[in-house]
């Protein structure tokens, strides 16, 4: 299989052709108002399972076993209530002031007391209908201080696990907010159903899993909130055609280009580790957990389906590369266009040579991270001398026509991250040579380079590997 980092999987290879995902999305374009043609397009995904507040402490506590859910017996008013859920995900109560559901104002008011912990959610209608009710939050603590956690939140029975497994705790009910996995797997179309035993119960869960990036069923959360995906299925939501194949990105194909989704990983129903990896979505930031799990690149769709029962299939890009050291006479240069691992290598020029890794470079920015945070860099070629070199892809100094520019990705502005190091252009004063690295300077200094002008140069800053 190509290609593995020395991570593990942090830049594998297998993908979903993009011909079979341009495929998809014309049907999709074909029937627009189908819940279904909502579904498989690019969609950001994130780290939280219910939402960010819920998430958190103080309402799931970091030593919690489970996320926060509410419990079935509260009040309305002076009236003692009975909440159970129906539907698709909508609230039914019974109480001594009558029976009521859906989107009546009624459940304005609605108080349920938290399963764990001394706080009470209080519900507010906020659209929706009979099936599908959306309630907006509010979490009032033993204080009697009242806190909005949620504008847009679904009702789903029982609880979810710190794990991510959804159980069908009886007397419980989760409140899943909008930024959650478990309202958007809902939204997609996987509602869970009412019990366990529900058609659809498996595959939110494999659904939930595949948002969250938690390959291994063990509540590792290995994304970054707004990174885009794509995925398919085998429950006729986003249905998978016969022969869909899984593609292996070859080293010829390096490096991946930053628009097509490239397949990541496929989940059998229920709370189950991944059948398979074929590329990591945020390498960097994956539990190691991932080197245990089967490789993604000698199989197909049909046998992932025929041999482990997967039902979920996800495709993301390449949201992060190694950023390499090449040297080729006297040319030094960093970039993601080489590869290089224990046993396979593509130069980025004919004739360099592998001269280590200066880190990551953030290729394709999640959602949550502002582009004013960050400053574009590219890959220059001195057409006059050939010397290559990473800069600012803004800089006044490298312009057309004696300069040519390939985009590379981003780095931050300022030290976001404590573990950040910054990557500075410097300049050889014998040879002219550009190039830039997050080597220091005093070991530059010692290869004759120095900064390519007064002020430094530094381009921004990176993570390590």
């Known amino acids: 299989m190509f290609p593995r980092s020395r991570r593990g999987r942090g830049v594998a290879a297998a993908r979903i052709t993009l011909r079979h995902l341009r495929r998809w999305r014309h049907r999709c374009r074909s029937r627009a108002n189908s819940p279904a043609c909502a579904t498989n397009e690019e969609q950001p995904n994130g780290r939280y399972v219910l939402g960010e507040l819920l998430d958190a402490a103080p309402y799931t506590d970091t030593a919690a076993t489970e996320y926060f859910s509410v419990r079935t017996t509260g009040t309305r008013g002076k009236f003692a209530q009975q909440v159970s859920v129906v539907g698709t995900a909508s609230l039914k109560s019974v109480g001594g002031d009558g029976t009521f559901s859906g989107t009546t104002p009624a459940f304005n008011g609605l108080t349920l007391p938290s399963a764990v912990g001394t706080y009470w959610a209080i519900l507010t209608v906020a659209w929706g209908d009979l099936n599908t009710t959306h309630y907006k939050v509010d979490v009032k603590d033993a204080s009697g201080a009242v806190r909005r956690v949620c504008d847009d939140a679904v009702p789903l029975v029982g609880a979810i696990s710190r794990t991510g497994a959804h159980l069908a705790t009886p007397g419980r009910i989760t409140l899943a907010c909008v930024d959650g996995a478990a309202a958007k797997c809902l939204r997609w179309g996987y509602a869970p159903g009412l019990t366990s035993a529900g058609a659809m119960w498996g595959a939110h869960q494999a659904c939930m899993q595949g948002v969250t990036a938690d390959y291994c069923a063990i509540g590792a959360t290995s994304t970054r909130t707004g990174t885009s995906i794509s995925f398919l299925d085998d429950v006729g939501v986003n249905q998978v055609w016969p022969g869909a194949q899984i593609k292996t990105l070859t080293l010829a194909e390096w490096p991946p280009n930053t628009t097509d989704y490239y397949f990541e990983t496929a989940f059998p129903p229920g709370h189950r580790r991944a059948s398979c990896i074929g ?8 539990n190691t957990c991932v080197v245990n799990l089967p490789d993604c690149s000698d199989t197909t769709i049909d046998d992932l389906i025929a041999q482990d029962g997967a039902v979920m299939f996800f495709a993301s890009k390449y949201n992060q590369l190694r950023l390499e050291r090449w040297i080729g006479g006297v040319d030094r ?24 890794t200066d880190g990551i470079l953030l290729r394709i920015p999640p959602l949550s991270v502002p582009l004013s945070s960050l400053v574009a860099v ?5 057409l006059q001398t050939q010397d290559h070199f990473l800069a600012k892809s803004q800089d006044p100094r490298f312009v057309a026509p004696q300069f040519e520019r390939l985009d590379e990705g981003y780095v931050y502005a300022t030290q976001a991250m404590p ?28 290869l004759g380079y120095g900064p390519a002008s007064q002020t430094g140069d530094v381009i921004g800053w990176i993570a390590p590997l």
């Open 378 to 382: 590219s890959l220059y070629t001195n």
């Open 419 to 446: 573990n950040m190091v910054p990557l500075r252009l410097y300049r050889h004063p014998t040879t002219s040579d550009l190039t830039s690295t997050t080597a220091d300077l005093a070991t530059m200094a010692g």
């Open 333 to 356: 240069v960093t970039t993601v266009r080489g590869y290089h691992n224990v046993d396979q290598e593509k130069p980025p020029q004919p004739g360099y040579e592998y001269a280590g």
């Open 279 to 286: 590329k990591l979505r945020w390498p960097i930031i994956t």
